[in-house]
């Protein structure tokens, strides 16, 4: 499939607007996927479309579209945005200009009466119709669009009921005597306020909403806009990022960022990785080893050679894999949006019942009754703040996350991660570092005297250069340390989980685990148990040699523990999280490993094709559970598990199987990961309590359902400024996720 296509859209108000836009990119041939992101005013589209077509469905559908290339890209973008928000804030007080000063003489007493100056009223309306048309015009025309596609929107109630303000007041103005003296009256100041009110509350809403996106602008502001090439001849030519290939040498000076991926060609450096990775502490970096475009140099001049630019570095990759969770819906909101889609329609239904009740029953003057409570419905029903509430929760989380070094993958894995009852830690490169080492080799007492412990080692690593598992790489390791000569060897065979079984001098040799010797049948002597149970008892995992169906030695292998893997572990227990420990090793290895860090619940000697089944065992309990992991053999059990948290050190394989990546490769961004879940789904219910509670309490006093009691009725200006708030709540409430304390014990 082609690369998505992402398009900067205008014109969307509410999640009404969201369900319009998804409709119409939907309807167009050739598309196969379309996620509208509101709080972002984004949509990326998959399927193989000419975005020209994209770009007029969505102007038919009365929104506007950019697609977001070469041509414009964030930077144009950010531009636009702020010219836009400059015109908002302008638009906001020239209608506030005309309508403060009316509200303000109304209260004091200081306008004159309606039928002594009809003449300084009807200035009055001209004035208050220039500010409905500069200031609210994209509304009434937003309305319009809306009507002739027959659907309904925030546009559509702002329009209705400042419209019908001006209207009537007009009417009186020009023919008082078409309703009795007690509803002569002229509410100019009213539909100004309202337009006024929600432009204000617009505007705030769209700084608040930049705040929340910068997380991903921080992302994208990582990479230098150009490279310095050091060309064949030597020379060196600051040029453009776009210009640099792969295989290019380029020069990184001290304190510039790594423009590109690649290698470290010539010198040495610390490099800060902490914005891709959340590690606060520099990483030493010598020739051969891997640099990432965003990362700073902190050390000396370097050479590197360029492996991957553009969309394949880590960083594009990342931003893209940010920019979709911030995009995704969970269950959640998909069920908001359905909500947000009928909202409008049934609000004006709601106004309409409203103004008949009152025109039918009201006292008089009903026709000022039913203009009074029918506006204030229209106006106090906000679908903004329920339309944001979920996506602004997810957009600021999601970022959160990303600054911790947790790239959130899938859109319901957030959701997910709030909800984990167990956690299962694969014990090798998850736990422990995943470079273990030979530490200790043992003879032992055979008929196969004739070799010296080097040849054996020698013939030992031969058989496990065909293995990828990381005791094998160990121990080829340890031969190389020593410059032994591998012997060579006819294709061993791998037997997952258990070892390796080979040929050498037409000698039949067996490497690997207690299951192995067991399965060919190989007698392991009293001498031999005890060695390996000192071993285990060390927290090392024991590999078995055997030849001609005689075990001959014992290779003792180490990896040690992450540093703060026991601190992580803690802080999931404390949590609530119930925590096991997964390996191949044997029972007794396991759990000196597993009480080193505080783990009481142990999976041990499990084969690669058994993690899968230990995760379903677990969820056969009614348990929700997460596996972490870093292998190929993980890849099963991530995709098995409600939510895959894989290791950002590990094998891409892994990664893809995942839900979450953890790129600085600590346990602490599982925790991390589980909090910021917790967190965000909190906010997301609390910006929905606040929505609902919201219109459930505000549509029935704006409808006058306590004049009755109190002869109280809610004013139009005062349902304007309540509903311009709930939106600018909303979007603060989820803002504070950025500062949420993600305490570390």
């Not at 909403?209 to 030519?237: F, H, N, V, W, Y």
Request: proline share 4%.
């Amino acid at each position: 499939m082609s690369k998505p296509i992402r398009l900067a859209l205008r014109g969307m108000t509410c999640g009404a607007c969201v369900t319009s836009v998804e409709k119409a990119l939907q309807g167009v041939s050739g598309v196969q996927g379309v996620t509208v992101n509101l709080p972002d005013r984004s949509a990326e589209v998959k399927g193989e479309v000419d975005e020209k077509i994209l770009v007029k469905a969505v102007e038919d559908a009365g929104y506007g579209a950019t697609p977001m290339g070469a041509d414009y890209g964030e930077t144009e973008r950010q531009a636009e945005e702020a010219a836009a928000l400059k015109k908002v804030w302008i638009k906001t007080w020239v209608a506030l200009a005309v309508g403060v000063p009316q509200m303000l003489f109304m209260m004091t007493g200081h306008l004159p009466m309606l039928e002594e100056a009809r003449f300084t009223w009807g200035l009055i309306g001209l004035a208050t119709l220039f500010a409905m048309v500069y200031a609210g015009g994209h509304f009434y025309t937003g309305a319009w669009t809306a009507l002739k596609n027959r659907r309904a929107n925030m546009d559509s109630l702002i329009a209705l009921g400042t419209g019908a303000a001006w209207i009537y007041s007009t009417l009186m103005v020009l023919w008082p005597e078409i309703v009795p003296p007690e509803g002569r009256h002229v509410y100019y100041e009213a539909a100004a306020f309202i337009i006024g009110l929600v432009n204000l509350g617009s505007a705030l809403e769209t700084r608040a909403r930049g705040q929340a996106s910068q997380a991903i602008r921080r992302l994208m502001q990582l990479q230098p806009d150009t490279a310095t090439l050091i060309t064949p001849e030597g020379e060196e030519k600051e040029m453009r990022l776009a210009s640099i290939q792969p295989s290019d040498l380029l020069r990184v000076k001290p304190g510039e960022r790594i423009p590109v991926d690649g290698v470290l060609a010539e010198g040495t450096t610390q490099v800060d990785e902490s914005m891709l990775t959340g590690e606060p502490l520099p990483v030493s970096k010598k020739k051969k080893d891997w640099l990432s475009a965003g990362t700073v140099n902190q050390g000396g001049s370097i050479k590197m050679r360029v492996r991957k630019v553009g969309e394949e570095t880590a960083l594009a990759q990342i931003i893209n894999q940010v920019r979709d969770a911030q995009g995704s819906k969970p269950a959640i909101g998909r069920l908001v949006d359905k909500i947000s889609s009928i909202f409008v329609p049934i609000v004006i239904l709601i106004a309409l019942a409203t103004a008949l009740v009152w025109g039918f029953f009201g006292p008089e003057p009903q026709s000022a009754y039913v203009l009074i409570t029918a506006m204030a419905v229209l106006v106090i029903a906000c679908p903004c703040a329920l339309g944001l509430a979920t996506p602004m929760s997810i957009m600021v989380g999601v970022g959160r996350a990303a600054e911790k070094g947790v790239l959130i993958r899938k859109g319901d894995a957030l959701q997910e991660s709030s909800r984990l009852d167990a956690v299962i830690l694969d014990k090798t490169g998850t736990i422990t570092e995943g470079k273990p080492k030979l530490v200790t080799f043992k003879r032992l007492e055979t008929s196969q005297q004739t070799l010296t412990d080097d040849q054996l080692l020698a013939q030992l690593a031969a058989l496990e250069q065909a293995s990828e598992h990381p005791l094998a790489a160990a121990l080829v390791q340890a031969a190389k340390e020593k410059q032994l000569t591998l012997p060579k060897t006819a294709t061993p065979e791998i037997l997952s989980g258990q070892g390796i079984k080979g040929e050498i001098d037409s000698q039949t040799w067996l490497v690997g685990n207690r299951s192995l010797l067991e399965a060919e049948q190989v007698s392991i002597s009293p001498e031999a148990e005890e060695q390996a149970a000192a071993m285990a008892d060390q927290g090392h995992t024991c590999v078995h040699l055997a030849i001609k169906g005689e075990l001959v030695a014992l290779a003792g292998i180490a990896d040690p523990i992450k540093e703060d893997s026991a601190a992580a572990i803690q802080r999931l227990q404390k949590a609530g999280v119930r925590v096991v420990m997964l390996t191949g090793d044997s029972q007794r290895t396991a759990q000196a490993v597993a009480k080193q860090v505080g783990i009481s619940e142990i999976f041990a000697e499990v084969r690669p094709d058994q993690k899968a089944d230990k995760v379903r065992e677990l969820q056969d309990q009614g348990l929700r559970v997460g596996m972490v992991g870093d292998g190929i053999n993980d890849a099963p059990a991530l995709a098995q598990a409600h939510v895959g948290f894989a290791i950002g050190t590990g094998t891409d394989i892994a990664i893809e199987s995942a839900d979450l990546t953890l790129m600085r490769g600590s346990l602490q961004g599982v925790a991390d990961a589980m909090l910021i879940s917790r967190a965000t789904v909190r906010n997301i219910w609390q910006n929905l309590f606040g929505a609902f509670i919201y219109n459930t309490l505000g549509i029935p006093l704006a409808a006058g359902v306590l004049f009755p009691l109190t002869g109280w009725l809610l004013s139009p200006a005062y349902a304007a400024a309540a509903m311009a708030l709930s939106s600018v709540t909303v979007v603060s409430n989820a803002n504070r996720l950025r500062y949420i304390k993600l305490d570390k014990h």
